[in-house]
């Protein structure tokens, strides 16, 4: 179980806010930290792994305490046994593959372990290779391996696929599943995309101004329960369309895009770029043929 | 024409040693300016560039009275059997002191340039300070640490007015090659100073050449 109470002033692009967080994690869940940017999701993330200190606090970890600032106890980030996955992949750029995994192995047992997990996340034959030679997708392969061969307590997931493509998104989506399924590390995925929340985790809490505003399952926070659609899905707005007295909106929904039609009222305080989950109540598909 | 090689070997020991203290002194200092979060580090910055702005015969001076057996720390010394002033030792403390800067900023601007995100992952992965100097941060900075080599190096060969306040001009034992030109020059022995100048020019060049070339072809390795 993590318990964690804090407090840390941020500095955001408003000015001064306060982040203020208290919150429960069951050990082995999955769960996301969703939030705009500047919402304090990634000094969530520094402050758990030790890297930003907050003004006053308390966390706990399996039972271990990692930082209380009334007994001036704060465990240095190395002994926090903890993943950390960025945005910007951190790989090191002077190790081949298999050096920068082999510099994460604490010890033997780890680096006997190596061959196994290269091949399960399809790196075979890139061992030797410089992180600047293969592809964003690999590289946040590698760098997952990296934080997961050590065996660490929590993994923290500080938006790891927002660089890249959709495909390798989607593909690198299931390697999380698949290494989360296998480990059942507790980890907590921090993120702005809406269909990755839905698609992870079981949880999320939504940050908004420093503050937790809403949290459950992705369904309970993000669907308003008086929709009770057959088909929902979240997409992005990628284009506004006046079409005399109706509004066609192109959503971009997974790989495809489709139109919908909306009212002036339905599209009140949406822009391009704003997600959105469209539902369709009594709605009978034919299905025409198998893909 | 009268020539004697010793001057010129006894440059490049002088430079030899110096420059090894200085990589020993010059990674640490740079080390602690750059991560250290000692409001008074700027002083100690301060310090290490004053070689820069200062005429070398100031800091020669300094050390002349600060090692003359008349005062506490020479006599001290004198007492112990070492001798500072007028010696080879005297010209290796006053060499380090004075190019100090040229081998400390480039590494400082070298880790002062490492991506913070590279040292927080290694940290994240359980290393240490140590580790993550040794295994990440230094192979990485290796342009950085050969330019503060290479330039302690070369402005130690091309050292005067420290060496001649502290070391005199001593044949074997502290006349380095500046000292010997100026000496023939005095002497009105134009052929051998020129001899002197020039082996100075050419091997100064070659160990720039050398340099240019070799960062040119590290800086392509990432």
């Not at chain 1, 964690?4 to 999955?30: A, V, W």
């Not at chain 2, 602690?32 to 015969?57: A, D």
């Not at chain 2, 991506?115 to 290796?142: H, M, Q, Y």
Request: with cysteine; glycine share 8%; net charge positive.
């Amino acid at each position: 179980m993590i318990k964690l109470r804090f407090k840390k002033e941020m500095q955001t692009p408003r000015g001064k806010e306060l982040l203020d967080l208290d919150l429960s994690i069951p050990s082995g869940e999955f769960i996301t930290v969703f939030g705009e940017s500047g919402a304090g999701k990634t000094t969530f993330l520094r402050i758990l792994a030790g890297l930003t200190q907050p003004q006053e606090g308390f966390i706990e970890v399996d039972g271990e305490i990692w930082f209380d600032s009334l007994n001036r106890i704060n465990r240095p980030v190395q002994q926090r046994k903890i993943g950390v996955v960025f945005q910007e992949n951190n790989l090191f750029p002077h190790m081949t593959v298999r050096e920068n995994l082999e510099y994460s192995c604490g010890d033997k047992s780890a680096l006997g372990t190596i061959d196994e997990w290269i091949i399960a996340m399809g790196l075979k034959g890139l061992e030797s290779q410089k992180p600047d030679k293969i592809s964003g997708g690999q590289k946040q392969r590698v760098a997952l391996i990296r934080a997961l061969i050590r065996q660490p307590k929590v993994l923290l997931l500080d938006e790891p696929l927002s660089d890249l493509d959709m495909h390798s998104r989607l593909n690198l989506q299931d390697e999380i599943i698949k290494v989360y399924q296998k480990t059942r590390t507790t980890t907590i995925l921090v993120s702005h995309d809406l269909s990755e929340v839905f698609k992870l985790s079981k949880k999320v809490f939504v940050i908004d101004h420093g503050k937790i505003t809403k949290s459950g399952s992705p369904q309970e926070v993000f669907v308003n329960n008086d929709v009770s659609g057959k088909f929902k899905f979240t997409g992005e707005i990628i284009e506004i369309h006046k079409d005399g007295v109706i509004n066609i909106l192109t959503l971009s929904i997974g790989n495809n895009v489709t139109k919908v039609a909306a009212s002036d009222e339905e599209i009140a305080g949406l822009t391009i770029g704003s997600k959105v989950i469209i539902a369709a109540k009594a709605f009978n598909p034919l299905i025409l043929s198998r893909l | 024409m009268h020539y004697d090689l010793q001057p010129l070997l006894l440059t490049f020991r002088l430079a030899l040693v110096v420059t090894v203290i200085l990589f020993a002194l010059g990674l640490p200092i740079a080390y602690w300016i750059v991560f250290s979060r000692n409001r008074f580090k700027y002083i100690v910055e301060t310090l290490v560039s004053m070689p820069l702005v200062l005429p070398p015969t100031v800091i020669g001076f300094y050390l002349l009275i600060a090692f003359s057996p008349k005062y506490f720390l020479g006599h001290f010394l004198g007492s112990l059997g070492v001798r500072v002033v007028f010696s080879f030792t005297g010209l290796v403390i006053g060499s380090v002191l004075f190019s100090l800067p040229f081998m400390v900023n480039p590494i400082k601007a070298g880790l002062q340039n490492f991506p913070l995100a590279l040292i927080e992952e290694s940290f994240c992965l359980g290393k240490s300070s140590w580790d993550t100097l040794r295994s990440v941060i230094l192979p990485n900075i290796r342009p950085a640490l050969l330019t503060g080599i290479v330039m302690a190096f070369a402005h130690t060969i091309g050292e005067f007015g420290v060496v001649l306040m502290i070391g005199g001009n001593i044949p074997k034992e502290t006349r380095l090659a500046s000292i010997a030109i100026y000496n023939e020059v005095e002497a009105l022995n134009y052929d051998t100073a020129g001899l002197y100048a020039l082996i100075l020019v050419i091997i100064s060049f070659c160990i720039l050449l050398a340099f240019y070339y070799l960062n040119r072809k590290r800086l392509n390795i990432f």
